[in-house]
């Protein structure tokens, strides 16, 4: 089974800023990694998939990056609606799919 | 527009059995995989199951032998049938759609979930 690491558990940052959320792999996922992002009592929504690719009608200032086992979601100009938790998932190998244990984005 | 509602959870007993549903609309039901990912409270996601177009199915370990997910095409709709539940099955269970019919992928639509509560 992929283990899928996520760094930090909560990262704090003012609107206007950059936040870069962090995904680890316990091995090589190629590119087969995907970001959701998740607001309180609402259904994750997809944001990347590819590890770069963003999904339909996500804004630019969300981008991912990184292979095999290091991966990036880069989130710009941080706006009040971005603060949420983000998971990144690995299908790379399977089953079963894993999901990383998430990072929570909170406003500083 | 794509839409997936689950339907079906509720309080059980350890040991007892439930069945929950996933209704599709929105989509060629027939041309995706489907997935079911449960959250327990207050924690992250944790996949379940994937049933791709074919009826190939696979399962999470701490699932199998005791859960079965399973597809209607002329009701375009996926159930999750549960069995021998355990306290530590209690979760949100959330259905999602795959862009890949035949093999998990990453999930790109998602139900707003159904409560399952495993309690004596």
């Known amino acids: 089974e992929i283990v899928m690491t996520q760094s930090p558990a909560t990262l704090s940052v003012s609107p206007g800023e950059t936040a870069a959320l962090s995904c680890r792999a316990s091995q090589s996922v190629n590119t087969h990694l995907a970001w959701y992002q998740q607001k309180v009592g609402q259904a994750p929504r997809l944001l990347i998939y590819?590890?770069?690719a963003r999904a339909t009608g996500i804004p630019a200032r969300f981008s991912g990056s990184g292979s095999g086992t290091e991966f990036t979601l880069t989130i710009s100009s941080l706006q009040s609606e971005d603060f949420a938790v983000y998971y990144c998932?690995?299908?790379?190998?399977?089953?079963?799919?894993?999901f990383g244990g998430g990072t929570k984005l909170e406003i500083k | 527009q794509v839409r997936l509602v689950e339907s079906g959870g509720g309080v059980v007993q350890p040991g007892g059995s439930l069945r929950l549903s996933c209704a599709t609309f929105?989509?060629?039901?027939?041309?995706?995989?489907l997935h079911w990912v449960r959250q327990a409270p207050g924690k992250g996601l944790e996949w379940v199951a994937f049933t791709g177009e074919d009826g190939t199915t696979f399962y999470a370990d701490s699932v199998k032998g005791r859960f079965t997910i399973s597809r209607d095409k002329s009701e375009k709709t996926l159930y999750l049938q549960m069995n021998s539940l355990r306290t530590e099955d209690t979760a949100v269970y959330s259905c999602a759609r795959d862009p890949l019919a035949y093999q998990p992928y990453y999930l790109d639509f998602w139900g707003q979930g159904t409560l399952v509560t495993v309690s004596s």
């Open positions: 998932q690995q299908y790379r190998s399977w089953p079963p799919v894993t």
């Open positions: 590819a590890a770069s």
């Open positions: 929105g989509f060629s039901f027939n041309t995706y995989g």
